[in-house]
Protein backbone atom coordinates (compact mmCIF):
# COMPACT_ATOMS: atom_id res chain seq x y z
CA UNK A 1 0.00 0.00 0.00
CA UNK A 2 1.28 3.64 -0.83
CA UNK A 3 0.31 7.28 0.90
CA UNK A 4 -1.96 8.75 -1.39
CA UNK A 5 -1.60 12.48 -1.66
CA UNK A 6 -3.34 14.77 -3.69
CA UNK A 7 -2.37 18.32 -5.00
CA UNK A 8 -4.13 20.95 -6.92
CA UNK A 9 -3.06 24.02 -8.04
CA UNK A 10 -5.40 27.52 -9.53
CA UNK A 11 -2.86 29.34 -11.17
CA UNK A 12 0.26 30.46 -11.21
CA UNK A 13 -0.22 34.51 -11.48
CA UNK A 14 -0.29 37.77 -9.23
CA UNK A 15 -3.75 37.16 -8.05
CA UNK A 16 -5.21 40.00 -6.52
CA UNK A 17 -5.38 40.69 -2.57
CA UNK A 18 -9.40 40.73 -3.22
CA UNK A 19 -9.58 37.13 -4.41
CA UNK A 20 -6.79 35.20 -2.97
CA UNK A 21 -8.97 33.98 0.03
CA UNK A 22 -11.40 32.83 -2.66
CA UNK A 23 -8.40 31.56 -4.27
CA UNK A 24 -7.02 29.44 -1.24
CA UNK A 25 -10.44 28.29 -0.19
CA UNK A 26 -11.28 27.04 -3.42
CA UNK A 27 -8.40 25.03 -4.10
CA UNK A 28 -8.78 23.29 -0.33
CA UNK A 29 -12.35 22.04 -1.26
CA UNK A 30 -11.22 20.46 -4.83
CA UNK A 31 -8.44 19.25 -3.02
CA UNK A 32 -10.48 17.21 -0.08
CA UNK A 33 -13.28 16.37 -2.53
CA UNK A 34 -10.36 14.49 -4.71
CA UNK A 35 -9.17 13.25 -1.88
CA UNK A 36 -11.99 11.80 -0.61
CA UNK A 37 -11.87 9.63 -3.96
CA UNK A 38 -8.65 8.46 -3.06
CA UNK A 39 -9.67 7.72 0.36
CA UNK A 40 -12.49 5.71 -0.83
CA UNK A 41 -9.55 3.33 -2.70
CA UNK A 42 -10.41 5.06 -6.22
CA UNK A 43 -7.73 5.66 -8.88
CA UNK A 44 -5.67 8.55 -9.07
CA UNK A 45 -7.50 9.35 -12.48
CA UNK A 46 -10.80 9.53 -10.64
CA UNK A 47 -8.89 11.88 -8.03
CA UNK A 48 -7.42 14.62 -10.20
CA UNK A 49 -10.67 14.44 -12.43
CA UNK A 50 -12.51 15.20 -9.92
CA UNK A 51 -10.55 17.84 -8.22
CA UNK A 52 -10.60 20.07 -11.33
CA UNK A 53 -14.15 19.41 -11.95
CA UNK A 54 -14.75 21.32 -8.65
CA UNK A 55 -12.20 23.92 -10.10
CA UNK A 56 -13.99 24.51 -13.46
CA UNK A 57 -17.35 24.46 -11.81
CA UNK A 58 -15.82 27.19 -9.77
CA UNK A 59 -16.05 30.92 -11.70
CA UNK A 60 -13.24 32.31 -9.21
CA UNK A 61 -11.05 30.13 -11.72
CA UNK A 62 -9.35 30.18 -15.75
CA UNK A 63 -11.47 26.87 -16.34
CA UNK A 64 -15.26 26.26 -17.80
CA UNK A 65 -17.47 28.34 -15.75
CA UNK A 66 -15.19 32.09 -15.22
CA UNK A 67 -12.97 31.18 -18.00
CA UNK A 68 -10.51 33.57 -20.38
CA UNK A 69 -11.61 34.71 -23.56
CA UNK A 70 -10.20 34.90 -27.06
CA UNK A 71 -9.57 38.42 -28.94
CA UNK A 72 -13.35 37.92 -30.22
CA UNK A 73 -14.40 37.19 -26.75
CA UNK A 74 -15.24 33.73 -27.43
CA UNK A 75 -14.58 30.81 -24.55
CA UNK A 76 -11.94 28.10 -26.48
CA UNK A 77 -10.83 25.47 -23.88
CA UNK A 78 -7.87 23.19 -23.31
CA UNK A 79 -8.06 20.37 -20.85
CA UNK A 80 -5.81 16.97 -20.75
CA UNK A 81 -5.84 14.27 -18.26
CA UNK A 82 -2.65 11.63 -18.21
CA UNK A 83 -2.87 8.00 -16.55
CA UNK A 84 0.63 7.03 -14.85
CA UNK A 85 0.17 3.62 -14.67
CA UNK A 86 -0.94 2.78 -18.09
CA UNK A 87 0.58 5.78 -20.20
CA UNK A 88 -3.00 6.80 -21.75
CA UNK A 89 -3.69 10.14 -22.17
CA UNK A 90 -6.06 12.44 -23.43
CA UNK A 91 -6.29 16.03 -24.21
CA UNK A 92 -9.22 18.25 -26.24
CA UNK A 93 -7.70 22.00 -27.30
CA UNK A 94 -9.86 24.84 -28.79
CA UNK A 95 -12.79 23.59 -27.31
CA UNK A 96 -16.40 24.80 -27.20
CA UNK A 97 -17.66 25.65 -24.39
CA UNK A 98 -18.65 22.44 -22.38
CA UNK A 99 -19.60 22.39 -18.39
CA UNK A 100 -16.51 20.11 -17.33
CA UNK A 101 -14.32 19.41 -20.34
CA UNK A 102 -11.85 17.80 -17.72
CA UNK A 103 -15.00 14.57 -18.09
CA UNK A 104 -14.74 14.78 -21.82
CA UNK A 105 -10.49 14.49 -21.93
CA UNK A 106 -11.48 11.60 -18.85
CA UNK A 107 -13.79 9.63 -21.11
CA UNK A 108 -11.25 9.17 -23.98
CA UNK A 109 -8.39 8.17 -22.07
CA UNK A 110 -8.73 4.71 -23.62
CA UNK A 111 -9.21 5.95 -27.32
CA UNK A 112 -6.22 5.71 -29.43
CA UNK A 113 -6.29 9.50 -30.51
CA UNK A 114 -4.16 11.60 -27.88
CA UNK A 115 -5.13 15.24 -28.56
CA UNK A 116 -8.54 16.52 -30.37
CA UNK A 117 -8.98 19.92 -31.38
CA UNK A 118 -11.37 22.54 -32.90
CA UNK A 119 -14.73 22.13 -33.85
CA UNK A 120 -14.16 18.42 -34.53
CA UNK A 121 -13.11 17.82 -30.78
CA UNK A 122 -16.82 19.48 -30.05
CA UNK A 123 -18.13 17.28 -32.28
CA UNK A 124 -16.61 14.11 -30.64
CA UNK A 125 -17.70 15.25 -26.89
CA UNK A 126 -21.12 15.26 -28.04
CA UNK A 127 -21.26 12.50 -29.93
CA UNK A 128 -20.07 11.07 -26.44
CA UNK A 129 -23.25 11.96 -24.48
CA UNK A 130 -21.85 15.66 -23.14
CA UNK A 131 -23.52 18.45 -23.94
CA UNK A 132 -22.52 21.82 -25.59
CA UNK A 133 -23.10 25.05 -23.96
CA UNK A 134 -24.17 28.35 -25.73
CA UNK A 135 -22.04 30.38 -26.38
CA UNK A 136 -21.93 32.74 -23.47
CA UNK A 137 -22.89 29.88 -20.51
CA UNK A 138 -19.12 30.00 -19.59
CA UNK A 139 -18.85 33.82 -19.61
CA UNK A 140 -19.05 35.52 -16.18
CA UNK A 141 -19.28 39.12 -15.62
CA UNK A 142 -15.77 39.20 -14.12
CA UNK A 143 -14.46 38.00 -17.45
CA UNK A 144 -15.99 40.08 -19.43
CA UNK A 145 -14.61 43.10 -17.40
CA UNK A 146 -10.77 41.56 -17.91
CA UNK A 147 -11.57 40.87 -21.39
CA UNK A 148 -12.76 44.66 -22.26
CA UNK A 149 -9.80 46.30 -19.66
CA UNK A 150 -7.08 43.66 -21.96
CA UNK A 151 -8.42 43.87 -25.31
CA UNK A 152 -10.06 47.03 -25.45
CA UNK A 153 -8.01 48.89 -23.00
CA UNK A 154 -4.83 47.32 -24.40
CA UNK A 155 -3.93 46.77 -20.60
CA UNK A 156 -0.97 43.85 -20.05
CA UNK A 157 -2.75 40.58 -19.69
CA UNK A 158 -2.07 38.68 -16.50
CA UNK A 159 -2.01 35.33 -18.16
CA UNK A 160 -2.44 33.72 -15.38
CA UNK A 161 -4.01 33.45 -11.85
CA UNK A 162 -6.51 31.01 -12.71
CA UNK A 163 -5.93 27.86 -14.85
CA UNK A 164 -6.38 24.62 -12.64
CA UNK A 165 -4.50 21.60 -12.56
CA UNK A 166 -4.14 18.71 -9.64
CA UNK A 167 -1.95 15.48 -9.67
CA UNK A 168 -2.94 12.68 -7.26
CA UNK A 169 -1.24 9.13 -6.34
CA UNK A 170 -3.57 6.40 -5.14
CA UNK A 171 -3.47 3.57 -2.31
CA UNK A 172 -1.26 1.56 -5.53
CA UNK A 173 0.76 3.82 -5.88
CA UNK A 174 -0.06 5.16 -9.48
CA UNK A 175 0.26 8.53 -10.36
CA UNK A 176 -2.22 10.70 -12.78
CA UNK A 177 -2.30 14.60 -13.94
CA UNK A 178 -5.11 16.96 -15.30
CA UNK A 179 -4.94 20.22 -16.20
CA UNK A 180 -7.98 22.59 -17.58
CA UNK A 181 -7.85 26.28 -18.60
CA UNK A 182 -9.69 28.96 -20.78
CA UNK A 183 -5.91 30.08 -21.64
CA UNK A 184 -4.59 33.13 -21.95
CA UNK A 185 -7.35 36.08 -21.67
CA UNK A 186 -7.32 38.09 -25.56
CA UNK A 187 -5.23 35.16 -27.17
CA UNK A 188 -5.18 34.59 -30.59
CA UNK A 189 -8.67 32.68 -32.38
CA UNK A 190 -7.39 29.20 -32.41
CA UNK A 191 -4.32 29.47 -29.80
CA UNK A 192 -3.75 26.70 -27.76
CA UNK A 193 -1.13 26.36 -24.71
CA UNK A 194 0.72 24.07 -23.12
CA UNK A 195 -1.89 22.57 -21.26
CA UNK A 196 -3.80 20.29 -23.77
CA UNK A 197 -0.16 19.01 -24.45
CA UNK A 198 1.38 15.95 -23.38
CA UNK A 199 4.89 16.91 -21.97
CA UNK A 200 4.08 20.48 -21.67
CA UNK A 201 1.83 21.21 -19.11
CA UNK A 202 0.51 17.92 -18.29
CA UNK A 203 2.43 14.71 -18.12
CA UNK A 204 2.27 11.10 -16.01
CA UNK A 205 4.28 8.09 -15.63
CA UNK A 206 5.59 5.88 -13.25
CA UNK A 207 7.94 8.56 -11.39
CA UNK A 208 6.24 11.56 -11.06
CA UNK A 209 3.36 13.70 -12.44
CA UNK A 210 3.19 17.11 -13.39
CA UNK A 211 0.47 19.89 -13.98
CA UNK A 212 2.11 23.42 -15.11
CA UNK A 213 0.41 26.95 -15.33
CA UNK A 214 2.20 29.88 -17.09
CA UNK A 215 2.97 31.29 -20.34
CA UNK A 216 1.77 28.61 -22.25
CA UNK A 217 4.11 29.90 -25.24
CA UNK A 218 7.08 29.42 -22.87
CA UNK A 219 5.81 26.19 -22.04
CA UNK A 220 5.18 24.60 -24.86
CA UNK A 221 8.80 25.66 -26.48
CA UNK A 222 10.99 24.19 -23.44
CA UNK A 223 8.79 20.97 -23.20
CA UNK A 224 8.28 21.61 -19.78
CA UNK A 225 6.48 18.82 -18.07
CA UNK A 226 8.61 15.82 -19.51
CA UNK A 227 11.98 17.78 -18.67
CA UNK A 228 10.77 17.79 -15.10
CA UNK A 229 9.68 13.74 -15.34
CA UNK A 230 13.09 12.96 -17.10
CA UNK A 231 15.27 15.04 -14.39
CA UNK A 232 13.75 12.60 -11.88
CA UNK A 233 13.93 9.15 -13.54
CA UNK A 234 17.30 9.80 -13.93
CA UNK A 235 18.36 10.63 -10.07
CA UNK A 236 17.57 14.69 -9.75
CA UNK A 237 15.83 15.39 -6.30
CA UNK A 238 12.29 16.46 -7.39
CA UNK A 239 12.23 19.72 -5.62
CA UNK A 240 15.89 20.83 -7.46
CA UNK A 241 14.07 19.26 -11.00
CA UNK A 242 11.32 21.31 -10.86
CA UNK A 243 13.15 24.98 -9.71
CA UNK A 244 15.75 24.03 -12.04
CA UNK A 245 13.21 23.93 -15.26
CA UNK A 246 11.43 26.29 -14.20
CA UNK A 247 14.55 28.65 -14.16
CA UNK A 248 15.00 27.61 -18.02
CA UNK A 249 11.56 28.27 -18.54
CA UNK A 250 12.46 31.62 -17.36
CA UNK A 251 16.16 32.28 -18.41
CA UNK A 252 15.99 30.77 -21.76
CA UNK A 253 12.54 30.74 -23.12
CA UNK A 254 11.68 33.64 -21.11
CA UNK A 255 7.75 33.21 -20.05
CA UNK A 256 7.03 32.73 -16.02
CA UNK A 257 4.64 30.31 -14.36
CA UNK A 258 4.74 27.54 -11.91
CA UNK A 259 3.91 23.94 -11.22
CA UNK A 260 3.01 21.28 -9.08
CA UNK A 261 4.57 17.82 -9.22
CA UNK A 262 4.24 14.42 -6.97
CA UNK A 263 6.51 11.65 -7.18
CA UNK A 264 5.70 7.76 -6.29
CA UNK A 265 7.08 7.52 -2.65
CA UNK A 266 7.91 11.55 -1.89
CA UNK A 267 6.10 14.58 -0.56
CA UNK A 268 4.35 16.97 -2.31
CA UNK A 269 6.25 19.90 -4.67
CA UNK A 270 5.20 23.10 -5.75
CA UNK A 271 6.73 25.91 -7.10
CA UNK A 272 6.47 29.01 -9.54
CA UNK A 273 8.38 32.17 -10.78
CA UNK A 274 5.67 34.72 -10.72
CA UNK A 275 4.38 35.90 -7.70
CA UNK A 276 2.05 33.40 -6.47
CA UNK A 277 0.13 30.33 -7.38
CA UNK A 278 -2.71 28.93 -5.01
CA UNK A 279 -2.52 25.69 -3.92
CA UNK A 280 -4.00 22.83 -1.93
CA UNK A 281 -3.68 19.49 -0.93
CA UNK A 282 -5.00 16.52 0.55
CA UNK A 283 -3.49 13.55 2.00
CA UNK A 284 -4.93 11.03 5.01
CA UNK A 285 -3.64 12.97 7.30
CA UNK A 286 -5.13 16.40 6.92
CA UNK A 287 -5.68 18.91 4.16
CA UNK A 288 -4.51 22.56 3.42
CA UNK A 289 -4.19 25.21 1.23
CA UNK A 290 -1.85 28.15 0.44
CA UNK A 291 -1.39 31.19 -2.16
N1 LIG B 1 -0.67 27.98 -19.32
C1 LIG B 1 -1.92 28.54 -19.70
C2 LIG B 1 -1.90 28.85 -21.18
O1 LIG B 1 -0.93 29.40 -21.65
C3 LIG B 1 -2.27 29.79 -18.95
C4 LIG B 1 -2.14 29.73 -17.44
O2 LIG B 1 -1.53 28.83 -16.90
O3 LIG B 1 -2.69 30.60 -16.79
O4 LIG B 1 -2.88 28.59 -21.84
Known amino acids: ?8 HGGAGNVPASSQEAHRLGCQEAAEKGGAVLADGGTAVEAVCTAVEVLEDNPIYNAGLGCALDMEGRVSLDVAVMCGQTLEAAGLAALSPFKNPVRIAQRLLHEKEVLLAGEEASRRAEALGFERLSA ?36 QGFLAAATSTGGTMGKAPGRVGDSPLIGAGTFANEHCAVSATGEGEAFVRSCFAVRIADAIRYGQKPSEALLHVLMRVKDRYHGVGGAIVLTADGDPITNHTTPGMSCGWWSPDGSGSSI
Do not use: Y
Request: charge should be positive; aromatic fraction near 4%.
Open 136 to 171: HALITEKAMAQWRKVVRDGECANFAGGTVGAVARDA
Open 1 to 8: MSHPLLLV
